[in-house]
């Protein structure tokens, strides 16, 4: 039940492209197809931002999009806007209905 | 809609108990797993413990096993963590969180807005 790995930040220019990483092990990231990423803007309530490794949920723009490669998985988000400055989670489901969470990045848009 | 709304955090002694509660409404709570998530002051978020839609099966982060309990009563739409034997590692923001149902069975689809627990002397 190790966190997963993440960036503690990450920055990026309004308009520009960012892509957070989130490394865990072939117990969690590398054998589920089950990562979610989650956005949480200081004070106010995480919001669901993708499932599955890179669905989106309804109502999340298409500028964030995510993947998955072994181990890592990544999210991007295209278009920098001032208001996708938050913290980013990621998260993977570990096995017998546990979950593990990664530590967290800063996203600053600069 | 969907709301989840915690209580009972506050400042508690090491070694000490507090009962977390979680109102949910907005939705048919006996249909969903639910879960207890906490952000640790300075780190990411820690997956604590989930527990079944009838309550028959409850799990647990390595770290709470055999100090926090969680348990539902959906006759009040309500979970519950209830946590003995505190430690400073303890103190964190404590989340109560949706997992989602269909497509979203893989994640926590929403969250209420968190209660602190403080664990000093």
């Known amino acids: 039940q190790s966190a997963l790995t993440q960036p503690r930040s990450v920055s990026g220019s309004p308009g520009q492209s960012v892509t957070i990483s989130c490394t865990g092990t072939s117990s969690d990231v590398g054998y589920f197809n089950y990562v979610s990423w989650y956005q949480h803007h200081l004070g106010k309530v995480p919001k669901f931002m993708i499932y599955?490794?890179?669905k989106r949920p309804s109502g999340v723009p298409d500028r964030f999009s995510a993947s998955k490669s072994g181990n890592t998985a990544s999210l991007t988000i295209s278009g920098l806007q001032a208001e996708d400055e938050a913290d980013y989670y990621c998260?993977?489901?570990?096995?017998?209905?546990?979950?593990?969470f990664g530590g967290g990045t800063k996203l600053t848009v600069l | 809609e969907v709301h989840l709304v915690e209580s009972g955090g506050g400042l508690v002694q090491p070694g000490g108990s507090l009962r977390l509660s979680c109102a949910a409404s907005?939705?048919?709570?006996?249909?969903?797993?639910m879960n207890w998530v906490r952000q640790t002051p300075g780190k990411g978020l820690e997956w604590v413990a989930n527990?079944?839609?009838?309550?028959?099966?409850?799990y647990y982060v390595d770290s709470v096993k055999g100090r926090f309990t969680i348990s539902r009563d959906s006759s009040k739409n309500s979970l519950y963590l209830q946590m003995n034997s505190l430690r400073a590692e303890d103190t964190a923001v404590y989340y109560c969180?949706?997992?989602?149902?269909?497509?979203?069975?893989?994640?926590?689809?929403?969250w209420g807005q968190g209660t602190l627990v403080t664990v000093s002397s």
């Open positions: 969180a949706r997992r989602g149902y269909g497509d979203y069975d893989r994640a926590f689809d929403y």
């Open positions: 907005g939705f048919t709570f006996s249909d969903y797993w």
């Open positions: 998260c993977s489901y570990a096995g017998s209905s546990t979950w593990v």
């Open positions: 599955d490794v890179s």
């Open positions: 527990i079944k839609k009838d309550g028959s099966e409850k």
